[in-house]
C-alpha cells in the first residue's frame, strides 16, 4: 500500500494541498517516480505564476508530476482549465490533486504524455507550463516535438502580447544550461527572467538558487 503524505502550500493567498504517494514506481525499471513527490521548482513556478495575467486561460502542463502549477494556475488564478500529463503511473495521483482542490473534470483534464507525443491539434493552448524538466539534455528534441504540436499564434499567451506562451523553473545545476541550448537549437527561445536562493523543501538547512524561464516559439525569418 502508497504510503500518504499531504502538504498544504500558499498560492495568491489560497492554501491548496499537494497529496504524494510514496508507491509510485516505473513498471519498466521498478524505480521510484520522483514526480510522485513536490519539489521547490513547482513552488517557485507557482509563485511566479501569480505575476502573470491567466484569467480565462486554457493550460498545459507538462510532466506535472504533483500538478501544482496547473492546480493553481485554475484554483487560484482564474485560468479556465489544466491539462495535467504525466506518464501513466502518475495519473492517478495528478486525479487526486485535482480533486483534493475542488477541480471537476472539466476543469482540469489529466492525460497521459510521453515527450515526443501529441495532444489533439484542435486543442487550443494559451500557456504551457513545465518544472524541473531541464535535467537530461537527450530528451529535449523530444519535448519540443510536443511543444511544437501545442503552440499557436495569436492567443491568449498569459501575458498578454499573443501567442502560446511557456514558463519553466528549474534548479540552477549542471545540465540545465544544455537542455536550454538544445531547446534553441530546435526552434524555441529560452529567456531567464527570474533568479532566486530559497531554502529546500526538504532540507530547510540547504539552500538552493531557482531560475524561471520564458518559453517562445522562434518566428521564421520573414514569417
Not at 88 to 100: I, K
Not at 135 to 160: F, K, N, S, V
Amino acid at each position: 500500500m502508497d504510503d500518504v503524505r499531504v502538504l498544504h502550500v500558499a498560492v495568491a493567498g489560497r492554501t491548496l494541498a499537494v497529496v504524494e504517494r510514496d508507491g509510485t514506481h516505473d513498471p519498466a525499471t521498478g524505480r521510484a517516480l520522483t514526480g510522485s513527490w513536490l519539489w521547490d521548482s513547482a513552488l517557485v513556478l507557482a509563485a511566479h505564476l501569480s505575476k502573470l495575467q491567466l484569467r480565462g486561460a486554457t493550460v498545459v502542463e507538462l510532466g506535472a508530476g504533483t500538478g501544482l502549477p496547473g492546480i493553481a494556475a485554475v484554483a487560484c488564478l482564474g485560468a479556465a482549465r489544466c491539462v495535467l500529463t504525466d506518464v501513466q503511473p502518475l495519473l492517478l495521483g495528478l486525479r487526486v490533486n485535482a480533486e483534493a482542490n475542488g477541480l471537476a473534470a472539466e476543469q482540469a483534464d489529466v492525460r497521459e504524455l510521453r515527450w515526443g507525443d501529441q495532444l489533439e491539434p484542435e486543442l487550443q493552448v494559451d500557456v504551457v507550463l513545465m518544472s524541473d524538466v531541464f535535467y537530461d539534455p537527450e530528451d529535449m528534441p523530444a519535448m519540443a516535438a510536443t511543444l511544437r504540436g501545442l503552440w499557436r499564434d495569436g492567443g491568449g499567451g498569459g501575458d498578454g502580447d499573443g501567442g502560446t506562451v511557456g514558463w519553466a523553473a528549474s534548479e540552477v545545476r549542471d545540465g540545465v544550461q544544455e537542455c536550454v541550448d538544445v531547446l534553441r537549437e530546435e526552434g524555441f527561445e529560452v529567456a531567464e527572467v527570474d533568479r532566486a536562493t530559497r531554502p529546500l523543501l526538504r532540507d530547510p538547512e540547504q539552500s538552493a538558487a531557482f531560475a524561471v524561464y520564458r518559453v517562445s516559439r522562434r518566428q521564421p525569418e520573414g514569417g
